[in-house]
């Protein structure tokens, strides 16, 4: 589902309405063909819970796969931005993913407090209040937008409501209520139909935040940048406490010579102001000053280049492939990690260069990973 139209505007402002209530969270994900359906069955003065059963056989029976991946957006989260960031987006998938793993095998009392762990810690982490909140008109507008199906009015700041009620007493309620899960106050939450509507309220978070989570990764890495930018010296393992750019430095280098082969593949190396072009714009994307960087040489077998990062360290990688009309991914590599740039490739002069063979050596080329980071 996309928002476009004026009639799907309606129809979205509709299901917002009618399933909202109901502690349902409308966004893209959701099967248009089964809302329709299940619209004209809330028309015609179908009760609560068959709604409900309605919606959850949807995402369970129908539409199995979108519930089961619905957290996968969040590895976009930060990406080319801030990679810490990122990292912990990751992370959190992880985490979803193992309460989605306990909703499909109906360990919904272990799938409800999961997610709602992580939609509280989202949340928090990119508007700077957690989702689930008493007093819902000090940010009730932060959860509507003009881009997104979960951003239309109506939706997540109702669904909130519901998520957010008070449950004061211990008691057998079975709602949805984050209190009377997370404090033990209702001791019959744990079913089929509020483990999905808890996983589909994730899913329409991660949709409106994603837009969001731009400008705070943009933040995040300007301040960090700021605070390594004052840094000296190296670490223990040798590794320069101003890493300004070390990591996005990596990325670049995949990105750059995965582009070179595949080029490659199509019949030669690419000329090098096409190449200078695609280097300036990974470097942009990274955040990164694309006059740094310098091609040391480019042919059909070879290639060289350099950067210099903020810190005025120079970083570099080199590649010779065979022959890489046939074989495009076998090469030789090396990096460069120095405080001068190379004057020439490894195959003119090896001193400085250091053989990459799948692992970092040097201790500024190290890369802590994703999802384990």
């Not at 349902?24 to 068959?50: C, E, N, P, V, Y």
């Not at 056989?57 to 931005?81: C, D, H, K, S, Y």
């Not at 089929?192 to 969001?212: C, D, M, P, W």
């Not at 190296?234 to 990596?250: I, K, P, Q």
């Amino acid at each position: 589902m996309s928002r476009t139209g004026a009639h799907f505007d309606r129809e979205a402002a509709e299901a917002a309405e009618r399933f909202a209530p109901l502690g349902w969270a409308f966004f893209g994900k959701w099967h248009r063909a089964q809302t329709q359906r299940i619209l004209r069955i809330a028309r015609g003065g179908a009760s609560t819970r068959s709604i409900d059963e309605a919606l959850a056989e949807v995402w369970n029976v129908e539409q199995p796969v979108l519930l089961r991946t619905i957290a996968m957006p969040l590895g976009r989260f930060g990406r080319g931005i801030d990679l810490d960031f990122q990292r912990r987006c990751q992370q959190r998938q992880t985490l979803i993913d193992v309460a989605i793993s306990c909703h499909n095998d109906g360990r919904y009392a272990a799938a409800i407090p999961l997610t709602l762990a992580q939609i509280d810690g989202l949340t928090r982490e990119l508007t700077g209040s957690t989702f689930f909140r008493s007093k819902l008109s000090e940010t009730e507008r932060d959860y509507i937008d003009d881009s997104t199906l979960a951003g239309v009015e109506g939706n997540l700041p109702t669904v909130r409501k519901a998520f957010s009620a008070p449950v004061d007493q211990v008691g057998r309620y079975g709602s949805v209520s984050r209190h009377g899960v997370m404090h033990g106050q209702d001791l019959s939450y744990a079913s089929n139909i509020n483990s999905t509507k808890t996983l589909v309220l994730l899913g329409a978070l991660i949709e409106h935040l994603e837009e969001r989570s731009k400008a705070r990764a943009q933040k995040w890495r300007r301040d960090r940048d700021i605070a390594r930018s004052k840094l000296n010296g190296v670490d223990d393992n040798g590794r320069l406490h101003d890493s300004r750019g070390l990591e996005e430095m990596y990325m670049f280098r995949v990105e750059l010579h995965s582009w070179v082969e595949a080029e490659q593949s199509r019949g030669g190396a690419p000329a090098e102001l096409a190449l200078e072009r695609k280097a300036h714009e990974l470097l942009i994307h990274a955040g990164l000053q694309n006059r740094r960087f310098a091609v040391l040489e480019l042919t059909d077998e070879r290639l060289a280049w350099t950067f210099q990062t903020p810190s005025g360290h120079h970083m570099g990688a080199a590649a010779r492939w065979a022959d890489p009309r046939m074989s495009p991914w076998s090469a030789d590599q090396w990096t460069w990690d120095a405080p001068d740039a190379p004057s020439a490739g490894p195959w003119n002069d090896a001193i400085g260069w250091t053989e990459w063979n799948g692992e970092a050596v040097t201790p500024n080329w190290r890369f802590d990973g994703f999802y384990t980071g």
